[in-house]
């Protein structure tokens, strides 16, 4: 189906503070024909971000980072979550500068080549966000410590670790992170050709 198959009947502002809350009123064609009912729907609109995996193929390493995340906390996970750097992409902002400056301010360490790895919605029924993924190549020789931005709060923890190990912690849930898995699972399948072209 295309927009055409789609009537926005009214939006409203339900919530504007850190995030915005938008509620839609709309109805859309069905695949059996015809059109659906008046449906209502809330969006939460936060933004769009970027997310980097940052990985040194000379050691075979991958740099994740761990933080506090209150959305954990409330679904009932630990709120401690282990994750790659990202950050909000912010007006006159390309995703590859916003994981650059991340990678800085979050890991302490530099990107030089960049490989995209996708663009994807990590929660379409209720959010507009997208997240766009890179890989980026760092030196991982003295990766470590706890960084972040005072003004944002921030208090993370850098762990450089060999790539089998974050891998193994995919496999026992305990990463658990879209971002970090996705990243994760994508570097299972490019990590021999990014070790030979970026030796």
Known sequence: MSEKELEILETIEAFKGYFRIIKYRLRHRLFAGGWSREITREVFERGHAAALLPYDPLLDTVVLIEQFRIG?????????????????????????????????????????????????????????????????????????????????????????????????MVESGEIANSAALISLQWLALNRDRLREEWR
């Open 72 to 168: 954990a906390h409330v679904a009932g996970w630990n709120p401690w979550l282990i994750e790659i750097v990202a950050g909000v992409i912010e007006k006159g902002e390309t995703p590859e500068d916003v994981v650059r400056r991340e990678t800085r301010e979050e890991a302490n360490c530099e990107v030089s080549d960049l490989e995209h790895i996708s663009t994807y919605l990590p929660s379409a029924g209720g959010t507009s966000e997208t997240v766009s993924l890179f890989c980026g190549r760092v030196s991982a020789a003295s990766a470590g410590g706890i960084h972040g931005c005072d003004d944002e709060d921030e208090d993370i923890r850098v762990t450089a670790m060999p790539f089998a190990k974050a891998f193994a």
